[in-house]
């Protein structure tokens, strides 16, 4: 007997999405430079609020540490999918928000690069490199 969970059985999620927005700040001289420094506090914040507004009560918007992309952020990435985004405004903000929590799509001029720096237009299957975009 095992306490492995069930592989083939769907894992009931207790939030429907998970909203990490890094908020990580380091010294402005830093040479990987931080999301804090570009405004991902305000971002976030307002994302919590117009979330709730929305009524998306089965969506949680967290803070967290560095995500290591910190040269493409403010960087922000949801779950269960694992697609990231680069807001820089409000609207970026309220774009999300609607077109991915709301309309299941994806918001996609704001999705954050591939770490290649590639679009996925370019990629075959064997070089997708799981931005979550597609
Ligand atoms: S500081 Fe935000 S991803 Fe690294």
Redo the contacts with the bound molecule.
Sequence with gaps: MTDAPDKQKPVELFFRAHVFC???Q?PDDHS?????SKG?LKLRDYMKVRAKELGLSDVRINSSG?????ED???MVIYPEGVWYSPKTREDIDEILQKHLLDGGRARTLLMAQPSGRDCSELNDDECENCGGC
């Design positions: 890094c908020t990580n380091r990987r430079g931080s999301c804090a991902s560095c995500l290591d992309r910190c952020g403010p960087a």
